[in-house]
T-cell receptor
């Protein structure tokens, strides 16, 4: 299995608070992704990164920001969490191309009250 | 607009039966992925199909790709309970475009 960890694995927070989720990889893969998964919506791409300090928006990026200061770490920040951001968040990595096989982390379940 | 449509979205079947999940897409890409997700778990890569006519098989699962028809299928042969999961197809464009997933329940 690809070495991908996510932290925290579970988090409950209140509306309006900032939240940061971390994705860490040990595979030295170039691409990293953040998805959210909600019932009835499948997987939706939030942001992705194609290198250190190189990031771009996905289809549901509003309310989220990301940073990648090292190859191995990709952070997702909810500046002011809302109840609509309650979801399961998955990090994924892929090698040399945005269309390579993606390998997924274990996920973070976030609840915003 | 890029679209990847799976059907059915939900399938309940008996052990021992055969069935097929369909993945239709709207572009001319020739690379498509199938993933599996167990309840409460992460996604696991099953197959990557790289060209027209590609066929991959593992155990009771067989995936195929017809780029002319813009269709991929995931065929389940003699289903067993352990294959119960949600199956996603994902089309490779500049990034992966995901289908909505097919939740498969196989009853003993």
């Amino acid at each position: 299995d690809a070495g991908i960890t996510q932290s925290p694995r579970h988090k409950v927070t209140e509306t309006g608070t900032p939240v940061t989720l971390r994705c860490h990889q040990t595979e030295n893969h170039r691409y990293m992704y953040w998805y959210r998964q909600d019932p009835g919506h499948g997987l939706r791409l939030i942001h992705y990164s194609y290198g250190v300090k190189d990031t771009d928006k996905g289809e549901v990026s509003d309310g989220y920001s990301v940073s990648r200061s090292k190859t191995e770490d990709f952070l997702l920040t909810l500046e002011s969490a809302t109840s609509s951001q309650t979801s399961v968040y998955f990090c994924a990595i892929s090698g040399t191309s945005g269309t390579d096989t993606q390998y997924f982390g274990p996920g973070t379940r976030l609840t915003v009250l | 607009e890029l679209k990847v449509e799976q059907n059915p979205l939900f399938l309940s079947m008996q052990e021992g039966k055969n069935y097929t999940i369909y993945c239709n897409y709207s572009t001319t890409s020739d690379r498509l992925y199938w993933y599996r997700q167990d309840p409460g778990k992460s996604l696991e890569s099953l197959f990557v199909l790289l060209s027209n006519g590609a066929v991959k098989q593992e155990g009771r699962l067989m995936a195929s790709l017809d780029t002319k028809a813009r269709l991929s299928t995931l065929h389940i042969t003699a289903a067993v309970h352990d294959l119960s999961a949600t199956y996603f197809c994902a089309l490779a464009e500049y990034q992966l475009i995901w289908g909505a997933g097919t939740k498969l329940i196989i009853k003993p």
